[in-house]
């Protein structure tokens, strides 16, 4: 079993300054790619693409496909379909110039595509999107989609939607490819379900702030204290973690979903 690599390229203190940790982090995280063999999908907000353009361009250059996470990193619901659309082609139309290559590909912030953002799907396949990986189907406090199906889908937009690698254990599901539950979830378990997964595409996801053990506290942008706390502790193991997943993975997201024929098309109104 090999898990996809993405990344989730933002700024976790909102300020977004060009020479900002974050940036330091990602090209420590590019340097380890390449030693890890790994070529995988970022999912870069358009903001940090407008005040490092340099490392966008870098990240292209050493093959990873660069994927949009939208300009703002805003929950699609507070946008509104208008704002969104605005945001989404704002931050492509940015990323496109930057990258020199097309994106097809699109993250919700916070997985924020759900029940209550219909209109979504429809905008994303107008500005030219070809999949999204926006959807968390599970229950979540913050933006879950639960009836959402955990395989791949059609929206009938014709957007492919690559779900976020759920596991269901009784009443819970677990999002455990990615962020905290990979980083404190025992690896062995993590790896015994992901070899169990099926129907599934299985791929890990994380932010620059997963691999910095050595920040000092930082409050998260939009985040409580208990969470920040829990977003800052164990960092350490998250580099051995990914890597034991996705060590020698050279498929991105984009390729993933152009061989995805069959899908069966899926949208709340039809399940
Ligand atoms: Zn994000």
Same mark, same amino acid.
């Given at each position: 079993?090999?898990?996809?690599? =993405?990344?989730?390229?933002?700024?976790?203190?909102? $300020?977004? @300054? *060009?020479?900002?940790?974050?940036?330091?982090? +990602? !090209?420590?995280?590019?340097?380890?790619?390449?030693?890890?063999?790994?070529?995988? =999908?970022?999912?870069?907000?358009?903001?940090?693409? $407008?005040? @490092? *353009?340099?490392?966008?361009?870098?990240?292209? +250059? !050493?093959?990873?496909?660069?994927?949009?996470?939208?300009?703002?990193?805003?929950?699609?619901?507070?946008?509104?379909?208008?704002?969104?659309?605005?945001?989404?082609?704002?931050?492509?139309?940015?990323?496109?110039?930057?990258?020199?290559?097309?994106?097809?590909?699109?993250?919700?912030?916070?997985?924020?595509?759900?029940?209550?953002?219909?209109?979504?799907?429809?905008?994303?396949?107008?500005?030219?999107?070809?999949?999204?990986?926006?959807?968390?189907?599970?229950?979540?406090?913050?933006?879950?989609?639960?009836?959402?199906?955990?395989?791949?889908?059609?929206?009938?937009?014709?957007?492919?939607?690559?779900?976020?690698?759920?596991?269901?254990?009784?009443?819970?599901?677990?999002?455990?490819?990615?962020?905290?539950?990979?980083?404190?979830?025992?690896?062995?378990?993590?790896?015994?379900?992901?070899?169990?997964?099926?129907?599934?595409?299985?791929?890990?996801?994380?932010?620059?702030?997963?691999?910095?053990?050595?920040?000092?506290?930082?409050?998260?942008?939009?985040?409580?204290?208990?969470?920040?706390?829990?977003?800052?502790?164990?960092?350490?193991?998250?580099?051995?973690?990914?890597?034991?997943?996705?060590?020698?993975?050279?498929?991105?997201?984009?390729?993933?979903?152009?061989?995805?024929?069959?899908?069966?098309?899926?949208?709340?109104?039809?399940?």
């Amino acid at each position: 079993m090999t898990a996809a690599f =993405t990344l989730d390229l933002e700024d976790h203190t909102g $300020a977004y @300054a *060009p020479r900002g940790r974050h940036i330091d982090v +990602a !090209r420590r995280i590019l340097d380890w790619c390449d030693a890890q063999d790994i070529r995988g =999908t970022v999912f870069v907000v358009g903001r940090l693409a $407008a005040s @490092a *353009p340099e490392l966008v361009r870098e990240l292209a +250059a !050493r093959g990873h496909e660069v994927a949009c996470h939208s300009w703002s990193h805003e929950p699609l619901g507070q946008l509104g379909p208008e704002g969104f659309r605005a945001d989404t082609l704002r931050a492509k139309a940015l990323l496109e110039d930057v990258a020199q290559h097309r994106v097809v590909g699109y993250r919700a912030p916070i997985f924020s595509l759900t029940r209550a953002t219909p209109w979504a799907p429809d905008v994303l396949r107008e500005a030219g999107f070809e999949y999204s990986s926006s959807v968390m189907p599970a229950p979540n406090p913050l933006h879950g989609f639960p009836e959402a199906p955990a395989h791949p889908f059609r929206w009938p937009s014709g957007l492919v939607e690559l779900p976020c690698p759920v596991r269901r254990i009784g009443p819970l599901t677990v999002p455990y490819l990615g962020g905290v539950y990979l980083r404190y979830l025992p690896l062995r378990l993590v790896e015994r379900w992901a070899s169990r997964a099926d129907g599934t595409v299985l791929w890990t996801y994380c932010h620059p702030y997963d691999f910095d053990a050595d920040e000092p506290y930082t409050r998260i942008a939009g985040a409580s204290t208990p969470t920040s706390v829990l977003l800052w502790l164990n960092r350490r193991g998250t580099w051995g973690r990914v890597g034991a997943l996705a060590a020698g993975s050279r498929v991105t997201m984009a390729e993933v979903a152009s061989r995805m024929q069959d899908l069966t098309t899926w949208s709340p109104s039809i399940s």
